[in-house]
């Protein structure tokens, strides 16, 4: 396959993979995250200015969430029909939580048992459920996928494949710029911040964030991460300090050497600030679980506070919560991890109540795929369609948005093995988020070139989740 050509990305690519080698600093490969961090500087000037505020909180549940033991049929005969199908992964109906919300398809639902604040949110108005959402490039019926006479996502039932389709928006192409990244390409001019990138990472690298001009800064849930062991006061970080000193203040003559030498310099700074303005804005109230999502969420949150000292007004912030490729221990491996969603996201949203801005802020989730309705005997396996949330004061909070078809093993959107074929694509999805963080329709159409595919207008709401006049 031929790579992309693209001056800036192989510049930058040369610089982060031979830039240390070039100036004889392999002490400062740990800065490599950071450093990304000048690509703010190559801006994409399209967009306006605009003096509101826009966050979206894009949540990985990496592995691929067995999400049909988060969302659950809890009216008798779909119950039944959940039941049947999934054996000995099914939940008791008895200890479903209800959720108040306009019949699907005449039936009922609910949360799994240790979500209660996953239900409180939804039923006050504040989530919504996306259901049997996946990657999709062109709709399919079950006939059609048995024919094998439509496109199909590359690398269907691929964690690699599938992961990387969530993350650039694009299923039936192997791209490298995330749906993020390329949104930011496009609106990062409108932020007085032009050292830090309005993408900001709780897990280093990642797709989702990769525009053609910006990628992410990375953050720990402690603060910047800066040059690893950087300014530890103690004499062989001392020493070792003044030898990085020595490294930024050489003048060198070679464009390579000067232009990495400036992006450290840059992403020092850049940490400096960040750094500065996070601790200028005291603790939050709301008081965090010491789990390690919600210990990232109050890092966001905290971001999200310095945001007016920091002069944005447009932020994207990517989480990766892995851990969900439950093929054994499936419901043990649950009952560990979906308290620990449910509890981050509660306290996300008070916080950002707390600050005045959950109407700004639109958290939602992605996964590789959702999994095999059938159980392989302790688990489940890859499979395709699954549940999503999307938390928000912009959210129409309360319901179940799209197809959440009856789970029989014969239905017509069930492939064998308990394979669900999405009824609602991940384009239409993300399409909807990008809309709402205000991306023209004919931008959101370059971004997402397969929403003509399920709509004939880019420009509206597809699956109606978003309050568009929010």
Known sequence: MTPERNPG????????????AAIGATTLLSSLINMKAVAAAALDKRAGSSDDYKAMVCILLAGGSDSHNMLVPRSNEAWQQYSLTRANLALPQSQILQLNHTPLNGHSYGVHPLMPEVRDLFNSGKLSF???????????????????????????????????????GRPGERKSYGWGGRIADLVQSQNQNDLISMNISLDGSNQFQMGEHNVEFSLRPTGTSGINGYGTNNIYHNLRDAAINNILDKDYQD?????????LKNAK?????????????????TNFSNTALSQKLKMVAKVIKARESLGFSRQTFFVNFAGWDHHDDTLDSQLAMLPELSQGLAEFNQALEEMGVSTNVTTFTISDFGRTLTSNGNGSDHAWGGNMLVMGGSVNGGEIYGDYPLLNISNEWMLPRGVLIPTTSSTEYMSELALWFGISPGDVADIFPDITNF???????PIGFMNPGI
């Open 9 to 20: 990305i192989s510049r930058r690519k040369f610089i982060a993979t031979t830039g240390c």
């Open 130 to 168: 996306i259901s049997n959402v996946g990657t999709l490039v062109e709709p399919i019926t079950k006939q059609q996928y048995l024919n094998n006479n439509k496109k199909l996502p590359l690398g269907l039932f691929s964690h690699s494949d599938q992961v990387k389709h969530w993350q650039t």
């Open 255 to 263: 464009i390579y050497e000067k232009t990495y030498i400036s992006t």
């Open 269 to 285: 700074e850049g940490s400096g600030v960040l750094q500065n303005a996070i601790d200028a804005q005291g603790e939050l109230a």
């Open 455 to 461: 709509t004939s207008n880019p420009g509206a709401y």
